[in-house]
């Protein structure tokens, strides 16, 4: 709304203290709150009137769409590899203990109460090991998500199980992916995963994608993770 | 662009013309003033009510489940059903013109019984009948018409490739598959879609190759985000 001048002065009529100071006052108001709640009309705040991604390296991508983008990590180069095992378990290779996966992992403190969408995918591969047939088994894929400070091992989410198995140049089918070839190559499988939880302002909520190891020795490569915060 | 302002000393006489100047010159600059006149993202969430209509995507929905293993054995489209079934219920979502609904579900596949692995031209990768199928389904809360939405995801359950090399190979089973469906539905017409409810649903494509696929530990997730 345009301001409007309450008086206009006109040639040969004198000009009044009262008339001047009702100019300035409404001056004086237009500046201060004449710009008033009507002035924005209803439906006129547009998606381009309202605050992007307010963090470092966003992307901008509009948040009703996908929500604030916390974390992109995307390695695509298939020679970055990160190595895991199951020697770090205690009494067997194949008891169910995970270790988090090199840079698929996140740390989000809730400014408000929101919703976190998590999605995430890579290539998990069993390499050629040593250890005995029987216990070449087909290695766990999880998502993991931790409240606080406290990672305890069964964060883990059952749902989000996906299987990686053993490249072993063996025809029995032990690890049950269905191959029963000597070419370990057939048994590579790509883990995607899409899951949401939410979340109340001030918790501090670590998110992981992990591994649970039942070789002596398997790859995770070709990695993704992409975390979309909704506050409310 | 500032507005020029007159200044006077002791003394001077007081004409109309020069008085009127400085509020029609701050008039005329404001002229372009209007509800249109604030400047890109000035406004964060502090500046909206979430009251009545929310604003922000309030609406999620999600199942999941991680003991059940359901057969799929038929070629029709059936309920994925891990007890609870992958159906999120609405009873009336209205998705309106430019919104849009994103959907997402992941399964594995744990088990399949594969027939006749001899009729090797059905194992091709052209050729879908080693393969089995996922796909979003959808009531639609006023008319109560079901149908299909979104692409479907076909996974084979056999790798063999178009082109026989001169060598034999061999047919080799594909199971323990993490499976994805996703869709991004945007209500791209010009009346509103009411939703009764959303499942997922899959099938087998022939049952004379493969009879049945076993799923396990899947999730799905539904929700609508403004536009």
Same mark, same amino acid.
């Given at each position: 709304m345009p301001f409007t001048v309450p008086v206009v002065f006109t040639a040969a009529t004198a000009v009044s203290a009262t008339s001047l100071q009702t100019n300035h006052t409404a001056l004086r108001k237009y500046i201060n709150h004449g710009i008033i709640k009507a002035d924005i009309l209803p439906v006129s705040v547009t998606t381009t009137d309202i605050v992007r991604?307010?963090? $470092? =390296? *966003? *992307?901008?991508?509009h948040q009703f769409t996908t929500g604030d983008i916390l974390t992109q990590f995307v390695e695509v180069d298939l020679f970055s590899q990160s190595y895991a095992t199951s020697h770090f378990k205690a009494f067997d290779l194949f008891s169910l203990k995970t270790e988090a996966v090199p840079n698929m992992s996140k740390r989000v403190i809730m400014e408000r109460d929101g919703t976190i969408f998590i999605s995430a995918g890579m290539a998990a591969i069993g390499d050629l090991n040593y250890q005995l047939l029987n216990q070449k088994k087909a290695s766990g894929v999880y998502l993991q998500i931790s409240l606080n400070d406290r990672v305890i091992a069964t964060d883990y989410i059952a749902a989000t199980y996906g299987r990686a198995y053993t490249e072993d140049n063996v025809a029995t089918d032990v690890d049950t992916s269905g191959n029963t070839t000597t070419h370990g190559i057939y048994s590579r499988r790509w883990y995607a995963q899409r899951y949401w939880r939410t979340f109340s302002k001030g918790d501090i909520v670590n998110i992981a994608l992990v591994v649970d190891p039942r070789s002596d020795k398997m790859h995770v490569t070709a990695r993704n993770l992409n975390l979309e915060v909704f506050y409310r | 662009m500032p507005v020029s302002v007159d200044t006077y000393e002791g003394g001077d006489a007081l004409i109309a013309a020069d008085a009127n100047a400085a509020y029609t010159a701050i008039a005329a600059e404001t002229a372009i003033l209007d509800d249109e006149n604030t400047r890109s993202e000035w406004c964060s969430r502090e500046h909206i009510s979430q009251a009545g209509n929310a604003t922000f995507n309030l609406n999620f929905a999600q199942v999941e489940d991680s003991n059940t293993t359901q057969v799929i054995n038929s070629t029709t489209f059936t309920q994925v059903n891990l007890v609870p079934a992958f159906r999120i219920a609405y009873g009336g979502l209205v998705l309106q013109p430019g919104e849009v609904l994103r959907c997402h579900f992941d399964i594995n596949v744990v088990a399949a019984t594969i027939l006749n692995p001899n009729a090797t031209a059905r194992y091709l990768a052209n050729d879908a009948s080693d393969c089995y199928q996922f796909r979003f389904f959808f009531r639609n809360f006023v008319s109560g018409v079901v149908a299909g939405f979104g692409p479907t995801a076909t996974y084979s359950t056999t790798n063999k490739g178009v082109v026989n090399p001169p060598q034999t190979l061999e047919i080799v089973n594909r199971i323990g598959q993490r499976c994805s469906l996703h869709n991004c539905f945007l =209500? $791209?017409?010009n009346a509103s879609i009411s939703f009764d409810w959303i499942e997922v649903r899959a099938r087998v494509c022939d049952t004379a190759y493969l009879p049945s696929v076993s799923i396990k530990e899947g999730t799905f997730q539904v929700f609508r985000a403004l536009h």
């Open positions: 991604g307010e963090y $470092a =390296n *966003v *992307v901008r991508d | =209500n $791209a017409t």
